[in-house]
């Protein structure tokens, strides 16, 4: 069966610049990939592709079996995204948020409203769930994008920095969270934070001025006494990737 995930030579350009070059990789159920890389790596732009919020140059992006351009809806049903920054209508309360997007997805009556209680359980928003998007701190904010893209429960999870701005307890509970539905869904985080890969990644890929320059386990990155941090920096700073990690890849 084919991978829920599937990126086929993905490339974006912005005028001569080319921001994401030539990527492709798979990933499977049961797989959460980390996806690391410096400021201006490409990150958010192969996320952005692969959910569909951004066109290709060249390339393609499946999930599900699901081409994003090519068949949007049927991709998206199986994908939940969360992308950078804070969840768009500020003015909304999270409940009011979070039903208008179960709406969207189609959900209604008394099935929209246990979506709704299941994503706020899920990302602990109770607490906040009559208070104004806009009021919130940037950690609940947050939580807020992930409860919206936990609604449907899908079997996609593409997550941009999902513990961006949370305290360490929230950290842990997202963290948890993300163990918890692995054996279930194919997930993708980016992160900066090298320790949640090895906290919740069975897979890291490093990406560096748009190409992947390593895809493998951590393990088999840490290996010969290298933490993640020497590896991330010796490869993102330009050098050839250790032996074990290109066999890996
Ligand atoms: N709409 C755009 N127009 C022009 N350039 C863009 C656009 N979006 C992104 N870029 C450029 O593409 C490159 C990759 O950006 P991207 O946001 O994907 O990086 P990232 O790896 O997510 O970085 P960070 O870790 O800082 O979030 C950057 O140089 C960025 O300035």
Same mark, same amino acid.
């Given at each position: ?19 994401? +070059?030539? &990527?492709?990789?798979? /990933?499977?159920?049961?797989?959460? *990939? =980390? @996806? #690391? ?29 699901? +081409?994003? &351009?090519?068949?949007? /809806?049927?991709?998206?049903?199986? *994908? =939940? @995204? #969360? ?29 929209? +409203? ?10 602990? *928003? ?124």
């Amino acid at each position: 069966m084919a991978a829920l995930i599937e990126i086929d030579h993905l490339t974006k350009r912005f005028g001569a610049f080319t921001a994401v +070059d030539d &990527v492709s990789f798979t /990933v499977d159920r049961g797989e959460v *990939l =980390g @996806f #690391l890389g410096p400021n201006g790596a490409g990150k958010s732009t192969t996320m952005r592709m692969l959910a569909g919020f951004m066109p290709p140059t060249t390339g393609t992006a499946r999930i599900c079996g699901a +081409d994003v &351009v090519a068949r949007p /809806v049927a991709a998206k049903r199986n *994908l =939940g @995204f #969360l992308p950078e920054g804070a969840p768009t209508y500020p003015e909304m309360t999270v409940t009011g948020f979070l039903a208008f997007a179960a709406r969207i997805r189609g959900y209604r009556g008394s099935e929209l +409203d246990d979506r709704v209680a299941g994503a706020m359980h899920l990302t602990q *928003l109770e607490g906040v769930r009559l208070q104004p998007i806009e009021t919130l701190s940037k950690g609940f904010k947050r939580r807020v994008g992930l409860a919206q893209a936990l609604l449907h429960d899908p079997p996609v999870l593409v997550l941009d920095e999902p513990t961006d701005g949370l305290d360490p307890n929230q950290k842990h509970e997202v963290r948890e969270l993300i163990r918890r539905m692995a054996p279930q869904k194919a997930i993708v985080i980016s992160t900066h934070i090298l320790e949640e890969v090895g906290a919740v990644c069975s897979r890291a890929i490093i990406i560096a001025r748009g190409r992947v320059v390593v895809d493998a386990p951590p393990s088999v990155l840490e290996r010969e006494g290298r933490s993640l941090e020497d590896v991330f920096r010796s490869l993102t700073l330009g050098e050839p990737a250790p032996a074990a990690a290109k066999e890996a890849a």
